[in-house]
């Protein structure tokens, strides 16, 4: 299941950017992060997918939504300019950022990547 982020509990589960200036993952397992917006089509598009690998992946990752019209401020903070966003976050190394509704089997080949899941 996804889970929606506000900054409070992305700064807990995530990254605290407040306190670090260096990227410092918080979470225990890699996850994905969707930052959408209600009215945005390809955001709807692509919601479906993303609920259907949360179930997939289970228990090996988690998957987050960050609606970026009630959380400007986490959206500013990685500079979002485009939605939907991916932030591709693996649990050692560096996030990284996809942008634009992707298939399914892009997000697969992404976990496999740079989160190191297979299925």
């Given at each position: ?29 890699p ?10 089509g ?6 479906p ?20 019209e009630?959380?400007q ?13 991916f932030?591709?976050?693996?649990v050692?190394g560096?996030?990284?950022?996809a942008m634009?509704?992707l ?9 496999k990547e740079?989160?190191g899941?297979?299925?």
């Amino acid at each position: 299941m996804t889970e929606h982020l506000t900054k409070e509990t992305f700064l807990n589960k995530v990254f605290d950017y407040e306190k670090n200036k260096e990227w410092k993952f918080e979470g225990r397992k890699p996850c994905i992060i969707d930052f959408y917006a209600d009215w945005c089509g390809p955001c709807k598009m692509v919601a479906p997918i993303l609920e259907e690998l949360a179930t997939e992946f289970e228990g090996e990752m988690d998957v987050y939504k960050v609606n970026t019209e009630e959380e400007q401020e986490l959206a500013g903070a990685f500079g979002i300019r485009s939605i939907p966003s991916f932030l591709f976050v693996p649990v050692n190394g560096q996030p990284q950022m996809a942008m634009g509704a992707l298939p399914k089997e892009t997000f697969v080949k992404a976990f496999k990547e740079v989160l190191g899941i297979e299925k």
